[in-house]
């Protein structure tokens, strides 16, 4: 398990971590990254602040197992 960490996060605002291939990872609501099988999935982080949503950008995650 690891954390997806955000740099210059505002105070107020709340996030949301989305996994695109969910067979091989999982995302908490906290941004905990959990593998689940062998293989390369992408997580899109947003950013909801002053009633705007907005995509901050995306991690690539490797899982070897």
């Known amino acids: 398990k690891k954390p997806v960490t955000i740099a ?3 105070k107020g605002a709340s ?4 996994a695109d291939k969910k067979a ?3 995302v908490s609501k906290k941004g905990i ?4 099988k062998t293989g ?3 997580i ?3 950013e909801k602040y ?9 991690v690539k995650v490797k899982v070897k197992k």
Do not use: D, E, Q
């Not at 002053?50 to 995306?58: A, C, H």
């Open 24 to 26: 091989i990872i999982s």
């Open 8 to 10: 210059n996060k505002k």
């Open 50 to 58: 002053k009633g705007k949503t907005r995509t901050l950008g995306t």
């Open 44 to 46: 899109t982080v947003r």
């Open 33 to 36: 990254v959990t593998g689940r």
């Open 15 to 18: 996030y949301t971590f989305r």
């Open 40 to 42: 390369t999935a992408k």
